[in-house]
T-cell receptor, first 117, second 112 residues
Framework: DTEVTQTPKHLVMGMTNKKSLKCEQH?????MYWYKQKAKKPPELMFV???????INESVPSRFSPECPNSSLLNLHLHALQPEDSALYLC????????????????FGPGTRLLVL | AQSVTQLGSHVSVSEGALVLLRCNYS??????LFWYVQYPNQGLQLLLK??????LVKGINGFEAEFKKSETSFHLTKPSAHMSDAAEYFC??????????FGKGTMLLVSP
């Protein structure tokens, strides 16, 4: 099973709202990722968790707050977002983190399409 | 440092024709190379990957890619396009301790 699930599928929020995106995998992977994808663009890496610890933060604004409660779950907490944050948010997982296993495949979830009004 | 260049933001083929999507990479160490496909409003699905075991890599849905070190290329091919192949295709490279770097993507359009 190579499935990564994400909820919700769609989310509309105002600039003052607080919401969370959720990601789950049961492949025993120890690395999990958040990407942001704008229309007609490739995914942009936001955060990497390795063994439940934040290992990479690609200078993402603090209005995005990641959390990894356990090895199967990854959350992205959203607060005071801007309209330009509207995008497809993708979660991925792989067996290894960026510190090893260079050839490990990242498996992606279906994404959450976020619209900020 | 590593990078990927995908030539052609759009490629149009007729159903049944050969599909060729080009990818060139740059990497200071031996790379691992991936092709992902993204259908509208979906996540990325792995088509195939090169990890130095064999230069010709076969993937899902009849796609294959050949690693050519001398040309720093990893082009994706399929002998006969199907309407269901219409999607965005991303080439990606990973080497050493780096994160995955994506190309800008190529939209494959298939006409009847």
């Amino acid at each position: 099973d190579t499935e990564v699930t994400q909820t919700p599928k769609h989310l509309v929020m105002g600039m003052t709202n607080k919401k969370s995106l959720k990601c789950e995998q049961h492949m025993g992977h120890r690395a999990m990722y958040w990407y942001k994808q704008k229309a007609k663009k490739p995914p942009e890496l936001m955060f990497v968790y390795s063994y439940e610890k934040l290992s990479i933060n690609e200078s993402v604004p603090s209005r995005f707050s990641p959390e990894c409660p356990n090895s199967s779950l990854l959350n992205l907490h959203l607060h005071a977002l801007q309209p330009e944050d509207s995008a497809l948010y993708l979660c991925a997982s792989s067996q290894e983190s960026t510190s090893g296993g260079a050839g490990e495949t990242q498996y992606f979830g279906p994404g959450t399409r976020l619209l900020v009004l | 440092a590593q990078s990927v260049t995908q030539l052609g933001s759009h490629v149009s083929v007729s159903e049944g024709a050969l599909v060729l999507l080009r990818c060139n990479y740059s990497s200071s160490v031996p790379p691992y190379l991936f092709w992902y496909v993204q259908y509208p409003n979906q996540g990325l699905q792995l088509l195939l990957k090169y990890t130095s075991a064999a230069t010709l890599v076969k993937g899902i849905n009849g796609f294959e890619a050949e690693f050519k070190k001398s040309e720093t290329s990893f082009h994706l091919t399929k002998p006969s396009a199907h309407m269901s192949d219409a999607a965005e295709y991303f080439c990606a490279v990973k080497s050493g301790y780096s994160t995955l770097t994506f190309g800008k993507g190529t939209m494959l359009l298939v006409s009847p």
